[in-house]
């Protein structure tokens, strides 16, 4: 599938190089995942684009998701950036894509009782969880959440890992 720019894709040397890091996420039951979002209010926005991938490559997708309000990718915040600065994702780009009703069920097979790692977990996991909340669907249940910019943090190689994350947009 051919994301549009700027969705973020989880590569498998990223989520190689992040799994072998962590040594305890080195099990066949870990899944990387990011997502991109309208907004940073949980309450209000919501994902356009899932992508998740485990370190084996068993297990694996991205998707685009249409969002109630598409526009909200173009509000300007108070510092005059809108979501769409950040994740290049326009609302035309979403145009046919599943809403997250349709999306759930492969999110849900693709994330169940994995051990998930976010690059920022306490973002990630929060707002998938109050959009499955407000869409009246199960939270997906998990093993474990490691935040991996928390626990790389200290290590040289998160800013190997940082700059992987920020390369991996696509063009």
């Not at 300007?76 to 290049?88: F, M, T, V």
């Not at 996991?125 to 928390?150: K, S, T, Y």
């Amino acid at each position: 599938m051919e994301l549009a720019k700027g969705t973020v894709e989880i590569s498998l040397s990223n989520a190689k190089a992040i799994v072998e890091t962590l040594p305890i996420m080195r099990s066949s039951d870990a899944v990387v995942f990011d997502i991109e979002t309208t907004g940073l209010n949980k309450k209000r926005h919501e994902i356009v684009s899932i992508a998740a991938r485990s370190p084996s490559d068993e297990v694996g997708m991205q998707t685009l998701i249409m969002p109630k309000r598409p526009q909200e990718l173009l509000k300007k915040d108070s510092e005059g950036k809108s979501a769409y600065d950040i994740n290049r994702i326009h609302p035309d780009d979403l145009v046919g894509s599943p809403t997250f009703e349709e999306a759930y069920p492969l999110i849900r097979k693709t994330l169940e009782n994995k051990y998930w790692i976010c690059w920022n977990a306490d973002f990630d996991v929060e707002f998938l969880d109050e959009i499955c909340d407000r869409r009246n669907v199960e939270h997906i249940p998990r093993f474990g959440v490691w935040c991996a910019m928390e626990l790389l943090s200290p290590l040289e190689l998160a800013p190997i890992l940082w700059t992987a994350k920020l390369s991996n947009k696509i063009r």
